[in-house]
């Protein structure tokens, strides 16, 4: 049976049925983002400190653990830290401290309670107060980078909704921004429920998943134009049949597509995480994993059933199927003209054959004909 199913996606035959379930992916959806939903409005975001502004210090790891780091940072600066982690693996590990905005002061008083503690070494192996670095970004400065990111995302979205709606038409383009609406709420929700830090390596992520997101539905989409193309001027299938075939023909490649994308990015966070511990590179990578696989499945169980059920609310579209089921069924729909009498499928053509004489040029009694007789 599974083979059968494999061999049937591999050859893109059109045997699984992917639009005619698409109640099915539509509850499954429906949960997925009620789900989301709430870990976005109960949770919340954990905002890196471009968005939320504050103060960040970092210096080596080694030796040093994370309570004791937050025990002198409090000593010296009268401030709660809001997070300390180690970040990386082996000898790149990096102790971070995030907290609210400090002035210079409380930070010339962390770093040197900090260097005095721990006595961190720099690349020669000798202690150096160098190491023990510090980043500091302004509430208005982050106001400012949310602003922006949210009108780049708008930016995008009008414009890729201006194109589908110019290259194909209204109804796929709504189609697809249904599908990349339940990517980014999908990808919120995760980083909300899971606590995943949201820097602006982030937002650039999401968008670069949005777009892969959208140039398989456009595949997809595009293969749907070509099969439904003068689609009611027969009735081989509907419009619903024609699009589900178009998915079963591209879907091998989305997935091949999902695969040779994910793995590079998979790798990526292996670097970046466990053994380099860049923060920029661990933000990117996450959020492009999550968001690879969740615009395939958007792409093929989403966009097209979505398309499908704006489809089927056309007159003309409703009336086809009609035709469609009515020719399979043998009967003639109420709509249908009668053929003229003598041309429907009923009629018969006689033909007649002429009889030749027995004995050409010869009379009945076998005698010759000559004129006057």
């Known amino acids: 049976m599974s083979s059968s199913i494999f061999r049937r996606l591999y050859t893109g035959e059109g045997g699984i049925d992917f639009v005619g379930r698409r109640r099915v992916w539509y509850s499954i959806t429906g949960v997925v983002l009620v789900i989301c939903f709430l870990g976005i409005v109960v949770r919340g975001f954990t905002l890196g400190i471009d968005f939320e502004g504050g ?82 970004v302004s509430e208005s400065w982050g106001s400012t980078i949310t602003n922006r990111m949210l009108l780049s995302l708008g930016v995008f979205l009008v414009l890729i909704f201006g194109y589908i709606t110019v290259r194909f038409e209204r ?21 909300a429920l899971i606590g995943f830090e949201v820097t602006p390596a982030t937002v650039i992520g999401l968008l670069t998943v949005l777009a892969f997101s959208l140039y398989d539905t456009v595949v997809v989409f595009d293969k749907v134009k070509e099969n439904t193309a003068g689609f009611l001027n027969t009735t081989r299938r509907t419009y619903s049949e024609q699009a ?30 466990w053994l380099m511990g860049v923060g920029t590179l661990k933000d990117l990578a996450l959020v492009q994993f999550i968001g690879v696989i969740e615009g395939t499945f958007s792409s093929v169980f989403l966009a097209t059933p979505i398309l499908v059920t704006l489809k089927n609310r056309q007159r003309k579209v409703r009336e086809h199927n009609d035709r469609v089921l009515a020719e399979r069924e043998g009967r003639q729909t109420p709509d249908a003209v009668p053929a003229p009498e003598g041309h429907g499928p009923s ?27």
Request: no cysteine; aromatic share 4%.
């Open 55 to 136: 103060t960040k210090m970092n210096m080596p790891a080694e030796g040093i653990s994370t309570e004791a780091a937050a025990e002198v940072f409090t000593d010296a600066t009268g401030v709660t830290p809001q997070k300390v982690q180690v970040v990386g693996a082996g000898d790149s590990r990096i102790l971070e401290i995030n907290s609210e905005r400090l002035n210079e002061q409380q930070i010339g008083e962390a770093r040197e309670q900090l260097f005095d503690t721990f006595k961190p070494v720099d690349a020669t192996g000798e202690p150096n107060p160098d190491v023990v670095g510090d980043s500091t």
């Open 244 to 273: 589900n075939l178009a998915v079963n023909q591209t879907v091998m490649r989305s997935i091949a597509t999902t695969v040779i994308s994910a793995l590079p990015i998979a790798a990526l966070m292996v670097v970046a995480v």
């Open 171 to 191: 109804d796929m383009a709504i189609a697809a921004m249904g599908g990349l609406f339940v990517d980014g709420v999908v990808v919120a929700g995760i980083y």
């Open 347 to 373: 009629a018969r053509r006689t033909v007649t054959t002429p009889v030749t004489p027995v004995n050409p040029g010869h009379g009945p009694n076998g005698a010759s004909w000559r004129p006057g007789q």
